[in-house]
């Protein structure tokens, strides 16, 4: 009777305990390198999304109060400048709370490449960033080919050279 | 005994609903990247220095002049 018993009790706390890991692991689980990035056209982004089928993306996330954000841009301007010809596309996604934090910003920052407004925070809460600045590099096939958490001046601009021109090729 | 297994169900499961903690995402950091949110902004750092510095009769360090006398 005991041992039935205690035999239940084990069974039920590891049925609990595996729901409860499962629940958190589908809650936190963050975008992986090799993971399809989520359809920027159904995520109810503000602004136009351009066609990014069959090329080289750079999804960078950004907002007016994140200082690498305000470092990250000259450089992307500059990747853009030299990249768009062969087919690279670099969208910026605000996550401000009010635009015109983001119209402030992009006016001290100017930047030719797409600007789009994540206002619901429905896309930035699927690919779950753990820190600002994030960027996302997709290959043409539109899957993860590189995550570059933070902004770090040289060390991430020479990495976006090289991960750029090998998808690029 | 099934009463005591839903009980302690319950109870597992309200110790991982009903927490009072929230984690606050990168992206929702705004307000707290707030200038006036740190705590040596340039008006309330200089106050608290001056405090501090008449208090314990020492100066220097944080670029402020002057003595320990609490009179400046």
Excluded at chain 2, 20 to 40: F, H, I, K, Y
Aim: with cysteine.
């Amino acid at each position: 009777m005991n041992t039935s018993y205690n035999k239940t009790k084990i069974k039920l706390i590891a049925t609990a305990s595996a729901l409860f890991l499962g629940a958190f692991l589908a809650v936190a689980a963050p975008l992986k390198v090799g993971d399809a990035f989520p359809d920027l056209t159904q995520s109810g982004l503000e602004g136009t999304v351009p066609d990014i089928h069959g090329r080289v993306v750079l999804v960078d996330f950004f907002a007016s109060w994140c200082h690498p954000c305000q470092e990250s841009f000259p450089v992307m301007q500059e990747l853009y400048q030299k990249y768009a010809d062969k087919g690279l596309v670099i969208i910026a996604i605000n996550l401000d709370k009010n635009k015109a934090d983001m119209d402030d910003f992009l006016k001290s920052h100017p930047a030719t490449f797409v600007i789009l407004r994540d206002a619901s925070n429905k896309l930035v809460s699927q690919v779950k960033i753990p820190t600002m600045p994030s960027s996302f590099l997709l290959d043409r096939d539109g899957k993860v080919h590189a995550f570059h958490r933070g902004f770090k001046g040289d060390e991430t601009r020479k990495q976006y050279t090289e991960e750029i021109e090998a998808l690029l090729k | 005994m099934k009463t005591r297994h839903l009980l302690l169900l319950a109870l597992m499961a309200a110790s991982g609903l009903l927490t009072g903690c929230v984690n606050v995402q990168p992206w929702e950091r705004g307000n707290l990247a707030d200038p006036t949110m740190s705590a040596s902004n340039p008006l309330g750092g200089m106050m608290s220095e001056h405090m501090w510095f008449s208090r314990e009769a020492a100066s220097g360090g944080q670029g402020v002049g002057g003595g320990g006398c609490g009179c400046n």
